[in-house]
């Protein structure tokens, strides 16, 4: 039930920002979206992995994951670090 409250909580300021047009309050109920977003994926994720396994997949194994783990953070620390050059080149 406290994803209820969290889910209100952003409805309610998303409505307060837009009727005061306040971009910061709009921008953070969006931010909370995310975040709420978050939160869902990683409460699904801790139901799934309880759930007994199931026949094996060629592309489930430990090797694919390990072996696109690497570009993945590449790729977030290029995108991060762009935004930062973006950001501060004005």
């Not at 009727?19 to 969006?30: E, V």
């Not at 995310?34 to 489930?60: E, H, K, M, W």
């Amino acid at each position: 039930w406290e994803g209820t409250g969290w889910v209100a909580n952003q409805v309610v300021e998303f409505i307060c920002g837009f009727t005061n047009n306040s971009i910061g309050l709009m921008s953070d109920a969006c931010h909370m979206l995310f975040d709420n977003a978050s939160i869902t994926i990683g409460i699904y994720a801790a139901y799934v992995a309880q759930c007994p396994a199931t026949r094996p997949t060629p592309l489930a194994s430990q090797d694919s994951r390990c072996s696109l783990a690497l570009p993945t953070a590449y790729f977030w620390c290029l995108w991060a670090l762009g935004s930062c050059w973006r950001a501060s080149s004005g």
